[in-house]
């Protein structure tokens, strides 16, 4: 139980992270920003869907936590290339 709340809080924290740099991208405007935008809004459609179906399917949401910090970590990582 620790270990999903662990995961939780880190996940609150990468998810942060990508936010502030999300902003700095989409502040500086331009075709990058555009693209951005259109990138991180198929991004969250397509997370919510799969998730939810995870879920019906019977995932548990320790799972669920733990896909998601996947996807936050590698936009991390791309964002600060």
């Known amino acids: 139980m ?12 990468e998810s942060h992270q990508v ?14 920003s555009a693209a951005e935008m259109n990138l991180m809004t198929f991004e969250k459609l397509e997370a919510l869907a799969h998730e939810s179906g995870q879920i019906l399917l019977g995932a548990t949401h320790a799972s669920v936590v733990k896909r998601y910090r996947k996807r936050v970590r590698s936009n991390r990582h791309r964002l600060l290339r």
């Not at 620790?2 to 924290?13: D, G, K, P, T």
């Not at 936010?19 to 990058?32: C, D, N």
Request: glycine share 8%.
């Open 19 to 32: 936010v502030a740099l999300r902003l700095m991208k989409l502040a500086a405007g331009g075709p990058a």
């Open 2 to 13: 620790l270990r999903a709340w662990s995961n939780l809080v880190m996940l609150a924290l």
